[in-house]
């Protein structure tokens, strides 16, 4: 498996403005992506984090509202922009190890927007 | 249609029952299976995969059918630590993207 951590743990946050989650793994991995968990909701994928390109996004999301970075192996960033109180969510990162399909979590990061 | 759909619960169980339930899949192609544990305000964590012949893992037994497209958990002499949220994973062939079920709550009750 492999170690994730995710900052800031929690936030709230005003409408209108924006919020960088940093996501952290302590081996180089492969795959990393981003999910959302909506109050009493199972996990949506937001996107997929390519090292050295654009993310690639599911249906639903677009670039200008959920930024992406992944500058090397073991780090990401999801920005969320412009925010509402729909935003309200957890958010969390993922990684796939080389040879496993199986998918890792961070603990994730409860963000409120008022 | 979802592609993973799972019964909510909650299955509300005495310690030591054997509780067991369901998880369908519509894409015929899936082709990797797994069960998460979430519990209240965590993130998920992989309880174990599901083989095509049927596995254990202590008390936990996974079986997946795909004639009929389902996946089982059966928790057997369950414990109040089993009480949690389990997530139905799949993942389809050629694609690194998982489809979470609803989960299904269960509480154990001393």
């Known amino acids: 498996s492999a170690v994730i951590s995710q900052k800031p743990s929690r936030d709230i946050c005003q409408r209108g403005t924006s919020l960088t989650i940093q996501c952290q793994v302590d081996?180089?991995?492969?795959?990393m992506f981003w999910y959302r968990q909506q109050p009493g909701q199972s996990l949506t994928l937001i996107a997929t984090?390519?090292?050295?390109?654009?993310?690639?996004?599911e249906s639903g999301f677009v670039i200008d509202k959920f930024p992406i970075s992944r500058p090397n192996l073991t780090f990401s960033t999801l920005t969320v922009s412009n925010m509402s109180p729909e935003d309200s969510s957890i958010y969390l990162c993922?990684?796939?190890?080389?040879?496993?399909?199986?998918?890792?979590f961070g603990p994730g990061t409860r963000l409120l927007v008022l | 249609r979802k592609e993973v759909e799972q019964d909510p619960g909650p299955f509300n169980v005495p310690e030591g029952a054997t509780v067991a339930f369901n998880c369908t899949y519509s894409?015929?192609?899936?082709?990797?299976f797994f069960w998460y544990r979430q519990d209240c305000r965590k993130e998920p964590k992989l309880l174990m995969s599901?083989?095509?012949s049927g596995n254990e893992d202590g008390r936990f037994t996974a079986q997946l059918n795909r004639a009929s497209q389902y996946i089982s958990l059966l928790i057997r002499d369950s414990k109040l630590s089993d009480s949690a949220t389990y997530l139905c994973?799949?993942?389809?062939?050629?694609?690194?993207?998982?489809?979470f079920g609803a989960g299904t709550t269960v509480t154990v009750r001393a």
């Open positions: 994973v799949v993942l389809e062939r050629g694609d690194y993207k998982l489809s």
């Open positions: 599901v083989y095509s």
């Open positions: 081996s180089q991995v492969t795959m």
């Open positions: 993922s990684v796939s190890l080389d040879t496993q399909e199986t998918q890792y």
């Open positions: 894409n015929s192609a899936s082709q990797s």
């Open positions: 984090a390519n090292q050295g390109s654009e993310a690639t996004y």
